[in-house]
């Protein structure tokens, strides 16, 4: 029963191309958010979405920009890939009915730039 | 600004041993807090959360944290690991009704038989 899946597990892109990362969610979820994961760094926020058509800057959005043009999907967009971008993207998602639901997360992309 | 901060970076325990992993966070109103786990090869799953009331909160498991608001912590405990319980593990927290997590950079726990 996958809930929010991101549609490719690995991708491997080259530089300054344009890389679209899309994540869906069948919860009927209104806040959608996106995360890199690095060693020794967590889990940092891009961008997060609270409902269609509308997205807030996370703590690194350089890079990056994201678009909501329906509730369940949810997509980030590199504009011009770097090397520096080579990360795992996490997906996830969450009720505004249930704010301490907690978030339910994808299994993750893991991009590489060469 | 808020911040979570995990001391233990990486953590290797027997079977049998007992466990407490460490979370600060850094934030002077009212937070959320959570721990996550990722076991290898799987996605971010909730292990526990806590937003009010008794500050000793159990999940899944057998994991259980408290909440030591004017230490800023929330560390996770468990009384006997398994091999099973690999995993690496986040500690996360978010300001009172709202929505944005802010993850600390993990716990790496390697448990043998």
């Known amino acids: 029963d996958v809930k929010v899946t991101q549609s490719s597990r690995y991708l491997v892109k080259r530089t300054g191309e344009k890389v679209f990362l899309e994540c869906v969610q069948d919860?009927?979820?209104?806040?959608m958010f996106w995360y890199r994961q690095d060693p020794g760094l967590g889990l940092r926020l891009i961008y997060f979405?609270?409902?269609?058509?509308?997205?807030e800057k996370g703590d690194i959005p350089e890079g990056y920009s994201v678009s909501r043009e329906k509730k369940e999907r949810f997509s980030l967009i590199l504009e011009s890939a770097s090397t520096n971008q080579t990360s795992m993207y996490l997906c996830?998602?969450?009720?505004?009915?249930?704010?301490?639901?907690?978030?339910?997360f994808g299994s993750g992309t893991r991009l590489t730039v060469v | 600004a808020q911040s979570v901060s995990q001391h233990n970076h990486h953590v290797i325990l027997s079977e049998a041993a007992s466990l407490e992993l460490g979370c600060n966070y850094s934030?002077?109103?009212?937070?959320?807090l959570f721990w996550y786990v990722q076991y290898p090869g799987q996605h971010l799953q909730l292990l526990l959360k806590?937003?009010?009331?008794?500050?000793l909160v159990k999940g899944i498991k057998g994991f259980e944290a408290e909440f030591i608001k004017s230490k800023f912590s929330f560390n996770l405990r468990k009384p006997s690991v398994q091999w099973s319980d690999t995993a690496e593990y986040f500690c996360?927290?978010?300001?009172?009704?709202?929505?944005?997590?802010?993850f600390g950079t993990g716990t790496r726990l390697q448990v043998f038989p």
């Open positions: 996830a998602s969450s009720s505004r009915r249930q704010v301490l639901g907690g978030y339910t």
């Open positions: 919860m009927d979820h209104e806040n």
């Open positions: 979405s609270y409902d269609v058509k509308m997205k």
């Open positions: 934030y002077g109103g009212t937070v959320n």
């Open positions: 806590y937003f009010s009331g008794d500050p």
């Open positions: 996360a927290v978010s300001a009172h009704n709202t929505d944005k997590l802010i």
